[in-house]
């Protein structure tokens, strides 16, 4: 009762609506049920005339019954014409009460079977208009029954019989006695009738809010499963899909309806019998947690992890299992890099520091061979392995430089550059450098200043290892061009270098930046690694296409924002 309070304060136009369309459907009921009773006693009094083979002329309970299905018809024009059903209630059961009245009075009156049919017009009151309405037609029905029964006594009303049969000696004792019982009878009914029925309405008002609130909270728990960002399916005990939310069929890459009704078996790849052993597991467990490397719809791998729990009915048996699962893929493969890179940092601060052991005995050993070369009188071919051994002395002194300045770089200076004057001054050592050639031709294409804030020996490295190598690949002398520009949006920078050079397959393309791979004689790779490195520790991306005999383009991408990783 209070829900259904609270429901019509919180909008009372709502549930007087409500209200009137309820009473409306009932009245549409009367008017069926009405017609099916009267038909139902039209069939009644012919069953008992031809059983008794007593075919009585009662012509006039003929006539009242016929007369109520055009009363019918205007009920119901009235119900589908009309306004106010509260009103066309009172009329359609008041006219009920009238016609009992003439039932009463041709079936005999003082001696009538037919004075409790007067209980239907209550009861149909107590269902419509409740107790107040139901307690009005039980009065106005214990007014035309006792006026009725006191006229025909006193004489005022002839009494009536289809035989011309003499009036039944009654005694006035008696007539006040079924007048004052009827009386009682209607009111009692009145009374018990309208409290079942304001119950029911009770009843039906608050199962209306909970109903709403079963909505509301279906509507929640819907929104809920189809936003999570997890996916979430549940099965039979068989372990056959019954449900799965969106964000599961989008990390399986399926459809919600190619899956319903599919094995998980044979989705997850587990081996036969494994839903047999996890059901004993989550009857012991709330949660049982595993991982699994499953097939996506689309035909690639991925790793999910699994949390199952069984699915129990409002008794608390189970009837299925949940299954609530993510996408681990990304996780494992950054872990797996973590992995890879703790590694890689402690070989190469164990090899910096080899690397710095090696290069101390090489400066004495060169520096004793040059002592040697000045003091000793040698032959032309001593002279020559002399400079051999200097050549490769300094060559391995500077494939050290390079290595310690990748495994251990030096700590950046952060200023603002302008990358177009750096791009300048690397092109103006360039020419000055005995590799390049007249064959040899660097073209700088950049319309404006290009202020970035970043370390300028970092990118002077940049810039001079990346043009040296395409001079490299150039041998026989050829064209690089060099582009800086702003990509759509003007956020960043993109530095493009492109040489019409020796090109590189695919596969080699694909391996530059990495440390000791390089495609030319004596090199040792480290000069793009340390790009590489440069380039991603400003947040960078750098791409390389290239195809043989046909030259290498080198891209690298820049947001103007990011501060580099020191």
Request: net charge negative; hydrophobic share 45%.
């Amino acid at each position: 009762m209070a829900d259904e309070i609270e429901l019509r304060q919180a909008d009372p136009e709502a549930a007087a609506g409500s209200d009137e369309q309820s009473l409306r459907r009932k009245l549409f009921w009367m008017i069926v049920i009405r017609a099916l009773i009267i038909t139902t006693l039209f069939g009644s009094l012919l069953l008992v005339q031809f059983i008794g083979n007593e075919l009585i002329s009662i012509a006039p309970l003929y006539y009242m019954l016929a007369a109520v299905y055009p009363l019918t018809l205007l009920y119901y024009f009235c119900y589908r014409r009309l306004g106010n059903p509260r009103a066309q209630a009172y009329l359609q059961i008041v006219g009920d009460m009238l016609f009992l009245t003439g039932l009463v009075y041709f079936s005999g009156g003082l001696v009538s079977p037919f004075y409790f049919l007067y209980i239907i017009p209550i009861i149909a009151a107590s269902i419509t208009l409740y107790r107040k309405g139901s307690l009005i037609i039980a009065a106005l029905s214990g007014i035309l029954y006792g006026v009725l029964v006191d006229l025909m006594y006193y004489g005022v009303i002839p009494f009536y019989s289809a035989q011309q049969a003499p009036p039944p000696a009654v005694s006035l004792g008696v007539v006040y006695y079924n007048v004052f019982s009827s009386l009682f009878g209607f009111f009692a009914a009145a009374l018990l009738s309208s409290y079942l029925s304001e119950s029911l309405k009770r009843t039906g008002a608050q199962l209306e809010v909970k109903l709403g609130d079963l909505a509301d909270l279906q509507a929640i728990h819907r929104d809920i499963v189809d936003n999570m960002a997890s996916g979430l399916l549940s099965t039979d005990l068989r372990a056959t899909i019954t449900t799965i939310n969106p964000a599961g069929a989008k990390i399986l890459r399926c459809d919600e309806a190619d899956l319903r009704g599919k094995d998980l078996a044979t989705i997850l790849g587990v081996p036969p019998g494994f839903f047999d052993r996890l059901y004993p597991d989550l009857l012991e467990k709330r949660v049982v947690r595993f991982e699994r490397e499953v097939a996506r719809g689309d035909g690639g791998r991925l790793i999910v992890g699994v949390a199952a729990s069984l699915l129990r009915a409002r008794g608390g048996e189970p009837v299925g299992f949940v299954f609530n699962f993510l996408d681990l893929t990304d996780v494992r493969r950054l872990e797996q890099e973590v992995r890879i890179k703790d590694r890689l940092a402690a070989v190469g601060e164990m090899a910096a520091g080899i690397a710095h052991e090696i290069r101390n005995p090489l400066a004495s050993i060169s520096g004793s061979l040059q002592v040697l070369g000045e003091e000793l009188e040698l032959t032309a071919e001593q002279q020559y392995l002399m400079e051999i051994v200097m050549r490769e002395s300094g060559r391995l002194d500077k494939t050290i430089d390079d290595f310690l300045e990748f495994a251990r770089p030096s700590q950046v200076v952060m200023e603002e550059i302008d990358l177009v004057e750096l791009a300048r001054e690397t092109v103006s050592l360039l020419n000055n450098s005995h590799e390049l050639t007249d064959a040899h031709h660097v073209v700088l294409k950049a319309a404006a200043g290009a202020p970035f804030v970043a370390d300028r020996r970092q990118w002077a490295q940049v810039f001079w290892n990346i043009m040296k190598n395409a001079i490299k690949a150039m041998p026989v002398g050829g064209t690089l061009t060099i582009e800086i520009a702003r990509p759509d949006g003007g956020t960043g920078y993109a530095l493009s270098f492109r040489d019409t050079g020796v090109g590189m397959s695919e596969s080699e393309a694909q391996r530059v930046g990495q440390p000791f791979f390089s495609g030319f004689q004596r090199g040792t790779g480290l000069g793009m690694a340390i790009v590489q490195r440069i380039v991603k520790d400003y947040d960078g991306k750098l791409s390389v296409r290239s195809r043989k005999g046909e030259g290498t383009e080198i891209e690298i991408l820049l947001a103007r924002e990011v501060e580099p990783v020191v």
